[in-house]
C-alpha cells in the first residue's frame, strides 16, 4: 500500500481486525520509510458495478475512490474512520441494490453529498462546492492530489444553494446503455 505522507510502498501491517459482521477487514499498517500509520480497509463486492461517467466510460466501481473522495472532504473534522467506513459501506449497498449493474457517477456523487450532510456540515459544503465543478470523483481526487502535500484547505468558499439541492443538470437521470 502507498504511504498516504511518503509514497513509499513499503510498509507493515501492525494490526488487524475482521468487523462484528464478517464482511469488512481494518488493517492498521506502518510505513516502513517514515513511519506513518495509516489504515486500510477490504471489503466484498458481491456484484460487479460498473459506473458510468459523464463522458460515457464505465469503469469497474471501486470503493477505494469513493472512501478516498469521502476523505478529502472529511479532512482535519471530526469525522471517524469508522464513520466513513460506514457511509461506504451504506452506498455500496444502495449500489448493490438497484436492479441494474451500472450507475452513473453522479449518481454516487448525489449519495455521498446526502450522507455528509447528515453528519457534517463543513465536509458537505467542501464535497458538493468542489465537486460540482468536476466531470465526477475521479478528477475532483486527482484535483487534489496535484495540491502540494501541505496543509492546505480544498479550495471552495462557496455556499450551497438555499434548498442544498443538486443543480437540475445533476439531477437529470440519464438512461443507461446496453
Ligand atoms: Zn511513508
Same mark, same amino acid.
Not at 500500500?1 to 505522507?5: H, I, L, S
Not at 478516498?68 to 469508522?82: F, H, L, P, V, Y
Not at 458537505?124 to 468542489?130: D, G, I, M
Not at 484535483?143 to 455556499?159: L, R, S, V, Y
Given at each position: 500500500?502507498?504511504? !498516504?505522507?511518503c509514497a513509499s510502498n513499503d510498509d507493515k501491517v501492525i494490526e488487524t481486525r475482521i468487523s462484528k459482521e464478517g464482511d469488512t477487514i481494518r488493517r492498521r499498517r506502518q510505513c516502513l520509510q517514515c513511519g506513518f500509520r495509516f489504515t486500510t480497509y477490504e471489503s /466484498? $463486492?458481491?456484484a460487479d458495478i460498473y459506473v458510468v461517467k459523464r463522458d460515457g466510460r464505465?469503469? +469497474?466501481f471501486k470503493q477505494e475512490k469513493l472512501r +478516498?473522495? $469521502? @476523505? &478529502?472532504?472529511?479532512?482535519? @473534522?471530526? /469525522? #471517524?474512520?469508522?464513520q466513513i467506513e460506514n457511509i461506504v459501506r451504506d452506498i455500496s449497498t444502495q449500489l448493490m441494490s438497484l436492479p441494474q449493474s451500472e450507475v452513473e457517477s453522479h449518481y454516487i456523487g448525489e449519495l455521498v453529498m446526502r450522507a455528509l450532510r447528515n453528519i457534517d456540515e463543513v465536509a458537505?459544503?467542501?464535497?458538493? #462546492?468542489?465537486y460540482r465543478h468536476f466531470k465526477d470523483v475521479e478528477a475532483? /481526487?486527482?484535483? $487534489?492530489?496535484? &495540491?502540494?502535500?501541505?496543509?492546505?484547505? !480544498?479550495?471552495?468558499?462557496?455556499?450551497?444553494s438555499a434548498q442544498?439541492?443538486?443543480t437540475a443538470e445533476d439531477?437529470? !437521470?440519464e438512461e443507461s446503455r446496453p
Open positions: 500500500m502507498r504511504c !498516504p505522507k /466484498i $463486492i458481491p464505465r469503469e +469497474d +478516498d473522495g $469521502i @476523505r &478529502m472532504a472529511c479532512w482535519k @473534522r471530526n /469525522i #471517524s474512520q469508522e458537505y459544503v467542501r464535497f458538493a #462546492s468542489v475532483f /481526487i486527482n484535483e $487534489i492530489n496535484k &495540491m502540494p502535500a501541505k496543509e492546505t484547505e !480544498p479550495e471552495g468558499e462557496e455556499k450551497p442544498g439541492e443538486a439531477a437529470k !437521470p
